[in-house]
RNA sequence: GCAGGAGUAGCGAAGCGGUCAAACGUGCUGGCUUCAGGGGUCAGUGGCUUAGUGCCUUCGGGGGUUCGAAUCCUCCCUCCUGCACCA
């Protein structure tokens, strides 16, 4: 039977907005639970990684709310950005319109789906009164000195005519556009997140239900290293340089120093000197090299001697100066103390330059020639060399050698950060305007708080050679907020990453005129469960936590950290592969959701496979979750609701009881580790059971349907509901109580005793698939073998059929012990054999055994004990007294285990005899 | 190079020290269903087999720990992911 999905999603879309079920109110009286998926950037259309992403968050959202939770699930769009920005280049169009016409495209994708967010909640960061609190917040961190304006070498695309954050250069590409990065030196916002690299790097502990991937991406991003900065004084001009180190223990070591190209120092001590067009050749090799020819594997280092020299301060030596392309002005101080002996980058250079080698550390029982290494020494090894420290492990020689530099002024403990600055500036219509007005006289202003929001203007002109707002003069023409003379705006705007990097407090209270209401805020903070792409690893979630950092020293918030769990899902794949445009292997999720309904798509993409890894789209896939809630729709139709009234419960009953209250346990706790795949398959089997349970009127039949109808509504909500209002369920099956279940209820032992009993009826099942498919060959096969008339095997049969069914629970029952228990008794009847009979307790087995044979007195006693501690963990899987039987009647061990043995053996010759001879289902026969 | 993760039937994916390898789903083979090559349903799907939930083999490969290993340790191979001239 076959469910018009179609017209089922709509009627329940409806009724859930007319009645607004999905509403969210703070109440202090019930205990909230926050889930949030990454908001979208409104590309427009959903692909499969939003469905996938906005599933996971539905399904728990959904579970939570019938659990009991006053559950926050909210959607917006992080609306502002590039794309519209050219779009508007390419067509001409409105960035705003452009924009907001493809939120309502989304949302409406996003309503099919049947996504339980409170729709009351939404909002873009591209509505005014968002971003007026970007602007805010700006103003504040200006105020707490977090925002911070100077020149900068700074990354730069061409193709997006602006600026980038560090965090947005990969591989040396752009991030976006993956055109290769220039650098350019330009004045910049910047947001001075190093303040806090040290308490982002410290709370990653806190972060309990965070992957640990993303935590240390994160700590390696932050990229602490402890070492020691130490001075050298250039001997031409007596000025007194740094380096940074993490091998102090080297210092006897230096034969060389580098600088990096871009180090300031350099083109004042070349002034005039030889060495200067030297230099400025070298540079314009450096520049011409891409980031990527700088940083690709193997490339050979380059450099140029600059005509001045050091004096190592810990042994007076002189040594030249270098500048070489290998150092990097990003990283320490921009020069490097040069250690060729125990630095594989500084030893391939010393060789190809021909500059001397000097061992300090020799590894523990070798001697190292320095003519003769062909590789740095790196490890850790005994001090030679090295004046007053010689002889002493490296590893303490660290220390000591930081202290005496210390103690002499020459240097001092450091520790230092990868993290740099994270810079805001772009220079981009489409993004939230800098508060910041620039007076001749009174310098850098920002905007009074009650001219906030300084808006984006309705038009302008998308020409794709710089900042549209540069040239609109009334936008950048305005007052000093001060002296009310003539001033400029800045035109530049932010990183939409800042506009993401709070959006999460904002849903407390969309509508708040501040930035958010503490109250609510304080309710509902923090996000109890976080989902979205692993993509935003560094990015968006360093950087949102660094602003719930800042904004709890503004003391607007008291928490620590935002998202308290995080799941970074998986990809979805088509043949292996991502699916991309230029691959052509893009499945859309509206052709899918028109085939087979949103219900479908829901249920595939979550039972696919594990919410985390990645997931291969297969349009067969579909088709099958398709079945299955097809099925489930039949089972539910095809029958009828009786009225329910108590009686006893048969063994088939008490069996199903047992089977819904399992699955209803096991699919509850599935769902809070986030097992979506794993809870659908629960799913599955229930509604297996339950197809195969023959008493449809039974009470216990319905209740089952009853809960499954209920835990379908986090995967399938509107079939859940047209079916919780077909068996006559009250209200809203989303608004629904998650089913219970009584431990006492579950009997595993009957469930494996079942499976038996199924599988033998099976077996004969299967045999008279055998005779209906041969049946000649059948009956002349028993004719020969019995050389009896037809009839009278049959009748036999029939007879011996029957037997066994009656005995069947006895001899399942022995079937049932589980393997380890017959090498027990076999070990210990083994053992017995040996003994004489003699009367001794099951502690006392053990011992005996052990003596009588002690060669496998451990094997013997791993036995007892892992059979005792399962005997205890698995009562409920053994009968108690089976094992009180054991130990009472220890005495007659040997006696008892033979005879049964012998019953054992015999119950299976007759079973395989009744096998043998009569393979055929009575009820079979008798029709 | 460094760091992290993964490798289980044809496929996706469970199992994470002993009940028990392969739940759940799909694919394939066959039966049943007034059965359409569709849908539903039942069975089979590592090898041997006396046909007995019998014997053997098997969780990327080799070693090891253990009475017992897919599971723990170790080395190696393959794949993925992140970082990378970081001093």
Redesign the pocket.
């Known amino acids: ?2 469910a018009d999905y179609k017209k089922i999603s709509e009627k329940w879309q409806k009724k859930w907005k007319q009645e607004k079920v999905f509403e969210a109110k703070m109440n202090s009286e019930k205990k909230k639970y926050y889930v949030l998926e990454m908001f979208p950037y409104p590309s427009g259309k959903l692909h499969m990684g939003h469905v996938r992403n906005y599933s996971i968050g539905d399904s728990l959202a959904r579970y939570k709310r019938m659990k009991g939770f006053n559950v926050l699930y909210p959607m917006g769009y992080d609306a502002l950005g590039l794309p519209a920005e050219n779009a508007a280049i390419k067509g001409k169009v409105n960035p705003k319109e452009w924009t907001y016409s493809r939120i309502d495209e989304m949302k409406s994708q996003q309503e099919m789906l049947g996504f339980s967010y409170d729709w009351n909640r939404s909002f873009a960061t591209a509505d005014e009164s968002y971003y007026k609190w970007n602007q805010w917040l700006f103003e504040k961190f200006f105020e707490k000195k977090l925002v911070y304006k100077k020149k900068a070498s700074v990354n730069w695309c061409d193709d997006c005519g602006t600026v980038l954050a ?2 947005q ?3 040396g590409k752009c991030w976006r556009c993956k055109n290769i990065v220039q650098e350019k030196e330009l004045e910049q916002w910047f947001l001075k997140i190093t303040d806090y690299a040290d308490e982002l790097l410290e709370d990653l502990d806190k972060l309990k239900d965070w ?3 993303v935590k ?2 994160q ?3 932050i ?1 602490k ?1 402890f ?2 900065e130490i001075y050298f004084k250039v001997k031409e001009t007596k000025e007194i340089i740094s ?6 223990d ?1 210092v006897f070591g230096i034969t060389y120093l ?1 600088f ?1 190209p871009e180090h300031p120092k350099i083109r004042k001590w070349v002034k005039g000197t030889e060495y200067e067009k030297k230099l400025d050749e070298f540079l314009a090799e ?1 520049k011409k ?1 891409t ?1 990527i ?5 193997g ?4 450099g140029i001697f600059i005509g001045k020299h050091f004096i190592n301060p810990v042994n007076g030596e002189e040594c030249k100066i270098f500048v ?16 060729p002996a125990h ?4 030893f ?1 250079f010393a060789k190809k330059y021909k500059l001397p080698v000097k061992i300090v550390i020799q590894p523990k029982g070798k001697e190292l020639d320095a003519e003769k290494i062909n590789k740095a020494f790196v490890e850790k090894g005994i001090m030679v060399n090295s004046d007053k420290f010689n002889g002493m492990n490296s590893l303490d020689a660290m220390e000591k050698i930081s202290d005496f530099l210390e103690k002499q002024k020459w240097g001092k403990k450091t520790v ?3 993290l740099r600055d994270w810079l805001i500036s772009r220079q981009r219509f489409w993004g939230t305007p800098i508060p910041v007005i620039y007076c001749e006289k009174c310098g850098i202003q920002l905007v009074p708080e009650k001219e906030l929001p300084v808006r984006l203007p309705e038009k302008a002109e998308f020409t794709g050679k710089g900042n549209p707002l540069n040239k609109i003069k009334d936008f950048v023409e305005t007052s000093c907020p001060k002296c009310k003379g003539k001033a400029k705006r800045e035109t530049d705007t932010m990183d939409t990453f800042f506009d993401s990097s709070w959006y999460f407090l904002r849903y407390c209270s969309p509508k708040a005129n501040s930035v958010f209401e503490k109250k609510e805020a304080e309710y509902w903070m923090p996000v109890n469960q976080y989902i979205g792409g ?2 935003h ?2 990015l968006h979630l360093m950087y949102a936590r660094f602003f719930t950092k800042a904004i709890r020293d503004l003391k607007l918030l008291k928490i620590d950290e935002p998202f308290e769990k995080l799941l970074t899902q ?2 979805v794949l088509k043949d ?1 592969k991502a699916m991309s445009k230029s691959l052509g292997n893009v499945v859309d999720p509206g052709e899918i959701i028109e085939k087979f309904g949103a219900d479908t798509a829901r249920v595939f993409i979550l ?4 919410p ?5 789209w ?1 349009e ?2 579909a ?6 809630l ?2 489930i729709f ?1 089972l539910v139709g095809d029958n009828k609701k009786k009225a329910e009234h108590k009686k006893e419960l048969n063994s088939k009953e008490k069996l199903l009881q047992s089977k819904t209250q399992r699955i209803i346990k096991n699919t509850s706790e599935l769902i809070e580790k986030l ?1 979506l ?2 809870a ?6 229930l ?2 059971a339950l ?2 349970f023959e008493e449809k009127e039974s009470p216990v039949f319905w209740i089952g349907i009853e809960k499954l109808v209920l835990m379908l509504n986090p995967f399938a909500p509107h079939l859940s509901e047209e079916l919780w209002e077909k068996i006559g369920g009250k209200g809203f099956s989303s608004l629904g109580k998650w089913p219970e279940f009584e431990e006492k209820k579950i009997d ?1 032992k009957a469930e ?1 005793q079942e ?2 009993i ?6 004969i ?3 008279t ?1 055998l005779i ?2 041969q049946p000649k060959k059948f009956i002349e096969k028993m004719q020969k073998e019995t050389s009896a008339p037809i009839d009278s095997i049959i009748k036999q049969q029939t007879k011996l059929a029957e037997k066994m069914q009656k005995e069947e629970i006895k001899r ?1 029952k022995i ?7 017959w ?1 027990l008794l076999k070990k210990l009847f083994e053992v017995k054999e040996k003994n004489e009979n003699k009367r001794i307790e099951f502690g006392e087995a053990m011992k005996k055994a052990i003596e009588f044979d002690k060669q ?1 007195a ?6 007892v ?2 059979a005792v ?2 005997l205890n963990e ?1 009562n409920e ?2 009968e108690l007294n089976e094992i009180k039987t054991l130990k009472e009647n220890s005495g007659e061990l040997q006696k008892e285990f033979s005879a049964e043995i012998q019953v054992i053996e015999a119950e ?1 010759s007759e ?2 005899k009744a ?2 001879a009569f ?1 055929l289902k009575p009820a079979i026969l008798v029709e």
């Open positions: 039977m076959e560090n965090e250069v990969e591989n992957p640990e991937r240390l991406m700590k390696n991003w990229g290293s070492g020691t380096t940074f180190t993490t091998r102090p080297t580098v990096a450096v090299q980031a020819e700088r940083t690709s594997e490339i050979e280092k380059k070489a392309d290998y150092a990097v002005m990003d990283y320490g101080t921009g020069a490097v103390m040069a250690v630095d594989q980058r500084d391939l230092n950060y990868k692993i993509e690893a560094i998986g990809m292996g039972s696919a496979s594990n985390e890894s990645e997931m291969e297969d067969k896939g088709e099958n979750s398709f079945k299955f097809n099925k039949s097992e795949n794993k659908i398959a629960e799913l599955m089997q509604t297996n197809q195969k595993l494996k499976e038996f199924e599988r033998i009826q099976k077996d099942l299967h045999i698939d209906s498919e399942i079937f049932t012990a589980p393997k380890w228990k090498i496998h451990q094997e013997i006693k791993g036995f004990m892992a501690k399962k698995m899987f053994i299976k079973e395989k096998l043998n393979p």
